[in-house]
């Protein structure tokens, strides 16, 4: 029972990676897995794994991917995406967790889940506005089609090998980590240079 539920939360946060990334392609994967019994899901969401479901899932993750392939249309889409990927996110995690009582599950859900994806996204975001400032767009096709892909990684470690899943998730946060840390400290010293080049004008 406790492996059972570990995988389920590895399942669920893997999941809520991928949706930092593409919003609707984990919520798709989700809903084509309960449809055909792969991932068992709590009462509350069994609608997911529905037939209608799972058409509107699919034309929403058409969309989205197509949408981020268009020049400025990728950067206002990652204005509302990261909102919605934080609920998707959460919404993966509550959804996968069955066997917690409902307060564990949604505050696994949201903290574990929509963090998750909504950290992801904000960074997915940034990366999109400085290819866009670097290139006026022109690379912003390379970046849509590696997170695309990333995407459909982790989907498939999750469902298929959650421990990965959860380890890439893990090197993913770091690596985040790392460039928000990398971005704080150039903005820190950025300040620096102009508090000191406005001292030499007022000496």
């Known amino acids: 029972m406790a492996t ?7 399942l669920g946060v893997g999941l809520a990676a991928a949706a ?8 798709l994967a989700l809903s084509i897995a309960s449809h055909f019994n792969v991932i068992p899901l709590g009462e509350t969401f069994e609608w997911v794994g529905s037939i209608p479901a799972m058409i509107a899932l699919g034309l929403a ?3 989205e991917i197509g949408a981020y392939y268009i020049p400025w249309v990728d950067n206002l889409l990652d204005t509302a995406a990261v909102p919605l990927a934080t ?16 307060m564990l599950t949604w505050g696994l859900a949201i903290i574990a889940g929509g963090g998750t994806a909504g950290v992801i996204k904000s960074a997915t975001a940034g990366t999109r506005l400085v290819s866009t400032a670097a290139t006026a767009g022109v690379g912003n096709h390379a970046v849509s089609t590696i997170e695309t892909g990333t995407s459909v990684l982790l989907i498939f470690l999750a469902i298929v090998i959650p421990v990965l899943a ?8 770091y690596l985040v980590y ?5 971005l704080a400290n150039r903005n820190k010293k950025s ?4 508090v000191g080049e406005q001292a030499d004008y007022s000496a």
Do not use: C, H, N, Y
């Open 4 to 10: 059972q539920i570990i995988m389920s939360i590895f």
């Open 20 to 27: 930092g990334f593409r919003v609707f392609l984990p919520l």
């Open 61 to 63: 993750s058409l969309l």
């Open 87 to 102: 609920l998707a996110g959460t919404g993966v995690v509550a959804a996968s967790v069955t066997d917690l009582s409902p």
């Open 166 to 173: 959860i380890i890439a998730v893990i090197g993913i946060l």
């Open 178 to 182: 790392r460039i928000f840390k990398k």
């Open 191 to 194: 300040e620096e240079v102009k």
